[in-house]
C-alpha cells in the first residue's frame, strides 16, 4: 500500500515569538523514522507535509492511505483541517476524525464530554478574553491556554496559589501568546499517570506510565514546557506502576470511558492526575499523540511494554486500515 505521511514541521520561531511556537510540531527525524517504520511492513511512503498542496500530491502521486501527523495552524479547529480534506476527496487516514480532533484539543468540552460520561475532572473556568472570570474553583489553580499542546504556554508557574499569582500568570500568557482562550482549573495535588489506548470496536491499555520528577521532593510534577526540554534528568518515566488494583482499575475504566465518549479511533493517550483519596481526575486526550521514536510519551510506554516502534507504528495503520475496509484481512 502507498502510504502518505502529512505533518508540520518544526521551525525557528520569530524572535518576538515564544519559544515552543512550533513545539508541537515534528522534527525531520521523527518522520524519517515513521517512514522507515512503515516501509519495514512492506508500505511504500510519500512525505506529504501539510498545506492544500497535499490534496494535489495525493493525486499525482496516486496516495492509497494516509498517516496523519499534521497539526495544522491557528485556532481549535487546526488539527481538523488536513482530515476534513481527506473526507471531502474520499481518502481514508488513519487516527479521529475532525470533530473528535476539534473536540478534544478545546480542553473544557473535552472535559463537558468526559464529565457527562461519569469520569470525574477538576472543575475549571474559561478566560476567552483580557479578563479573569469572576467565578473561579477554589486554589490552588493550574492555568494553560485552552487549545495547544506539548506543554505549549505551561510553565512551573502555571501552577498558582492565589489571586496575585493568577493575575500575574494570565497577564504573562496575554503578553507572551496573545489573546488566546485561557483555560483555568483546579490543581489536583498527587501521581499523573498517561494512559495509551489502541483499536476501535474493542479498544484496549497499551500501557499505564507514571510520570514524575526523578528526584523526590515536596513540589508536585508537572509536565511543563522547562521540565520536557530536560526530560533525561528531569522525568522519571515508570511503565506499570506500583498502584493499588482498584485504582488501577478505575483508571483503565475511566481512560475506556474517555476515549469511547470522545469518539476517539486507532490510537490516543488519555492523561490523569490522582488525588489524595485515589480519585482519577481525566486532565485531557490527545487523539494526536506525539510519535518521536526518541522522547513522545506514548512510544517510551510501548518500549517500556515490550514493543519495538516499527510495532506500534504498524499497529496504528492496521487498527486503521481494519476500521476503513472492514471486509479485508490484514
Known amino acids: 500500500m502507498k502510504i502518505g505521511i502529512t505533518y508540520n514541521l518544526k521551525q525557528q520561531p520569530a524572535a518576538d515569538s515564544p519559544p515552543d511556537a512550533f513545539e508541537e510540531f515534528d522534527t525531520e527525524e521523527t518522520i524519517d523514522s515513521l517512514a522507515a517504520a512503515l516501509k519495514s511492513g512492506g508500505h511504500d511512503t510519500v512525505k506529504l507535509g501539510w498545506g492544500l498542496e497535499v490534496v494535489e500530491k495525493i493525486r499525482a502521486k496516486n496516495i492509497d492511505f494516509i498517516f496523519n501527523m499534521a497539526e495544522g495552524l491557528q485556532g481549535r479547529n487546526r488539527e481538523a483541517q488536513l482530515p476534513a480534506l481527506f473526507e471531502l476527496i474520499g481518502i481514508p487516514y488513519t487516527g479521529s476524525d475532525p470533530l473528535t480532533l476539534s473536540l478534544t484539543l478545546d480542553k473544557s468540552q473535552a472535559k463537558i464530554m468526559v464529565e457527562h460520561a461519569g469520569v470525574r475532572t477538576p472543575e475549571f473556568a474559561v478566560a476567552p478574553d483580557q479578563k479573569i472570570p469572576q467565578k473561579l474553583p477554589p486554589f490552588p489553580l493550574f492555568i494553560k491556554p485552552l487549545y495547544e499542546g506539548s506543554s505549549k504556554g505551561i510553565r512551573q508557574s502555571s501552577y498558582v496559589t492565589s489571586k496575585k499569582g493568577l493575575e500575574k500568570q494570565f497577564l504573562w500568557l496575554r503578553n507572551e501568546y496573545g489573546n488566546i482562550p485561557l483555560l483555568i482549573e483546579r490543581f489536583i495535588p498527587g501521581r499523573e499517570f498517561t494512559v495509551g489506548i489502541l483499536g476501535n470496536r474493542e479498544p484496549y491499555v497499551l500501557g499505564i506510565m507514571e ?8 513540589q508536585d510534577f508537572i509536565y511543563s514546557y522547562e521540565v520536557k526540554n530536560d526530560w533525561r534528568r528531569l522525568c522519571e518515566y515508570i511503565i506499570s506502576p506500583p498502584m493499588d488494583p482498584a485504582l488501577e482499575q478505575k483508571v483503565r475504566a475511566s481512560a475506556f470511558t474517555a476515549y469511547r465518549a470522545l469518539g476517539c479511533r486507532d ?64
Open 267 to 330: 490510537v490516543a493517550r488519555m492523561d490523569f492526575r490522582i488525588d489524595k483519596e485515589g480519585e482519577a481526575y481525566f486532565l485531557e486526550a490527545n487523539p494526536l499523540p506525539g510519535l518521536s521514536p526518541v522522547y513522545s510519551d506514548l512510544v517510551i510506554m510501548a518500549k517500556g511494554m515490550g514493543w519495538t516502534y516499527e510495532k506500534l507504528i504498524l499497529t496504528i495503520v492496521q487498527h486503521a486500515q481494519e476500521r476503513c475496509f472492514p471486509s479485508k484481512t490484514f
Open 211 to 218: 510520570i514524575r520528577f526523578r528526584e523526590k521532593g515536596t
